[in-house]
Nanobody
Framework: QVQLVESGGGLVQPGGSLRLSCAASGGAFGTYVLGWFRQALGKERDFVAAVSRSGTSTNYADSVKGRFTISRDNDKNTVYLQMNSLRPVDTAVYYC?????????????????WGQGTQVTVSS
């Protein structure tokens, strides 16, 4: 069983930056594909980014390409999401997830473990 704990959310002005972290425990971190998803109030959960087990391959939603960067540190059992040039539409609860099988193009239903989420609010 893997436990995932997100941190780093908060309130930021449009154009600002935030770095989310997700610390994992209880599993073989390097064997999981890791992803970030988000859910805005009243909307469905959407894919944001994913990183392969080695960290060498990534996948991004079109809406965040060029602004967000996903990375992982397998020695620290942590995955990160660097978010730059934030926009009000990025406001959501952000979740990290770990998948035992599959790859970086998997939909959310194929991920096995989820964190509790961290709120990101982009507003002036």
């Amino acid at each position: 069983q893997v436990q995932l704990v997100e941190s780093g959310g908060g309130l930021v002005q449009p154009g600002g930056s935030l770095r989310l972290s997700c610390a994992a425990s209880g599993g073989a971190f390097g064997t999981y594909v890791l992803g970030w998803f988000r859910q805005a109030l009243g909307k469905e959960r959407d894919f944001v980014a994913a990183v392969s087990r080695s960290g060498t391959s990534t996948n991004y939603a079109d809406s965040v390409k060029g602004r967000f960067t996903i990375s992982r540190d397998n020695d620290k059992n942590t995955v990160y999401l660097q978010m730059n040039s934030l926009r009000p539409v990025d406001t959501a609860v952000y979740y990290c997830a770990a998948g035992r099988r599959g790859g970086i193009f998997d939909p959310d239903r194929l991920y096995d473990y989820w964190g509790q989420g961290t709120q990101v609010t982009v507003s002036s």
